[in-house]
C-alpha cells in the first residue's frame, strides 16, 4: 500500500521519522484533528506506528509521539501555536491567510532547516519539539514531499 500524505521526514538510514498533514483550516480544534488523524489511518494514507505525525495550520500544530496503532482516537502528545514560524518564513503581509501550497512550502522550509542547522528553543513551536524528542530525532533527516516519497 502507498502512503501519501503532505510530507514525510525519513532520517538518514531512509526510516520514516513522521508523516505531515498540513490542513491550512481556520478552526482546526484539537477534536477535528483528532478526527482528520483517525481518518488518514482507517483510510490507509499513513500507517499507526510511525514515531511521529504532524497536522498543521498556520495557526496550530499538533503531534502525535509515538501513537498507539490500537487508538485511532489517541489525542495528540502535544500541541502548539503555528505564529511565530509563519511570521518568521512569510516575507509580506503577516497575518493573512495562506494558500495551500503557500504553506505547504512555509513548512517544508521550516522543517528542512531544522534538519539542517540548530534552531533556538525559545519559542514554540521548537520548545515543544525540544521536550518531544522530534529536534533530535530530524536532525540530518531528509524531507520530501508525500508523492514523492
Not at 525519513?10 to 483550516?25: C, H, P, Q, Y
Not at 502525535?64 to 505564529?83: G, I, N, Q
Amino acid at each position: 500500500m502507498t502512503f501519501a500524505t503532505d510530507l514525510i521526514v525519513r532520517n538518514a538510514r531512509g526510516s520514516t521519522i513522521a508523516f505531515v498533514e498540513i490542513k491550512n483550516l481556520q478552526e482546526l480544534s484539537r477534536d477535528l484533528a483528532i478526527g482528520i488523524r483517525h481518518d488518514l489511518i482507517e483510510y490507509g494514507w499513513i500507517p499507526a506506528q510511525t514515531p511521529y505525525f504532524l497536522l498543521l495550520s498556520q495557526d496550530v500544530g499538533f503531534l502525535w509521539k509515538e501513537p498507539k496503532t490500537d487508538d485511532l482516537d489517541m489525542p495528540p502528545t502535544y500541541e502548539f501555536a503555528m505564529t511565530s514560524v509563519v511570521d518568521r518564513y512569510l516575507d509580506k503581509d503577516p497575518g493573512r491567510r495562506l494558500y495551500g501550497e503557500e504553506l505547504e512550502w512555509l513548512v517544508l522550509e521550516w522543517l528542512l532547516s531544522l534538519a539542517g542547522e540548530v534552531q533556538p528553543e525559545a519559542e514554540e513551536p521548537e520548545r515543544t519539539f525540544a521536550r518531544s524528542g522530534f529536534n533530535d530525532s530530524i536532525k540530518g533527516a531528509a524531507v520530501l514531499f508525500g508523492d514523492a516519497a
